[in-house]
Every structure is written in structure tokens, then in C-alpha cells.
Nanobody, 123 residues
Framework: QVQLVESGGGLVQAGGSLRLSCAAS????????MGWFRQAPGKEREFVAA???????LYADSVKGRFTISRDNAKKTGSLQMNSLKPEDTAVYYC?????????????????WGQGTQVTVSS
């Protein structure tokens, strides 16, 4: 029902900013919650942020105050604005979507995933 493609990753120095985008296809996108996860080498995929179909947001403690998640249902896009980046933010970032999920922080709650985009933060 939903296909996702991330973009906007790249190399940035610590303290810099990046904006990730997630382009979605599927006319039911507006009814889905959207989440962002990241995975560093050798680590489990971890929750970053999520936004519900109604616009409620949730952030991992590690990114609160630095990252902002948003969505534009009319354009079928989602975004993750990342400010004050730290080297520990380095990871492959994935956008995901699901409907009827109960726990936004769990990987298993999501049905659709993008291919991932690399974010590298140098010190």
C-alpha cells in the first residue's frame, strides 16, 4: 500500500544540520503513522522519531531538542530535520510507515520501510 524512498543523507561536520526526506507513494499515506529509525554498524536498529496520522510526535531521548519530524500528507512526504548533529548520530537512517500500530518505538510495529540513507557526522 505504501512505498517509501529516503533521501538527503550525506557527510556533515559535528554541529551541522541535515534534512532527510521520505517520499511516499500510495493514496492511503495520510492514514499511516510515520517513523524514522537508524542503524549504526554492529548495532540494532533504533527508534529516532515518529509522527502519527494526527500529527502527534514522539522522539527518542537522544535526539530531543535537536531533531524535528514532520509530514506533508498533501505532498506525500515526510521529513526529519536534524540539527546540532553529533558523531554518535552517524548511521543509516530509515523511514517507515504503518497503520494501527500501538508502539511507535518498535521496529516490528512498522509494515513499510525505505531503503535507507547514510548520515555521517565527523568530529
Amino acid at each position: 500500500q505504501v512505498q517509501l524512498v529516503e533521501s538527503g543523507g550525506g557527510l556533515v561536520q559535528a554541529g551541522g544540520s541535515l534534512r532527510l526526506s521520505c517520499a511516499a507513494s500510495g493514496r492511503t499515506f495520510s492514514a499511516y503513522a510515520m517513523g524514522w529509525f537508524r542503524q549504526a554498524p554492529g548495532k540494532e536498529r533504533e527508534f529516532v522519531a515518529a509522527i502519527s496520522w494526527g500529527g502527534n510526535t514522539l522522539y527518542a531521548d537522544s535526539v530531543k531538542g535537536r531533531f524535528t519530524i514532520s509530514r506533508d500528507n498533501a505532498k506525500k512526504t515526510g521529513s526529519l530535520q536534524m540539527n546540532s548533529l553529533k558523531p554518535e548520530d552517524t548511521a543509516v537512517y530509515y523511514c517507515a510507515a504503518a497503520s494501527g500500530i500501538a508502539t511507535y518505538t518498535l521496529v516490528t510495529s512498522y509494515d513499510y520501510w525505505g531503503q535507507g540513507t547514510q548520515v555521517t557526522v565527523s568530529s
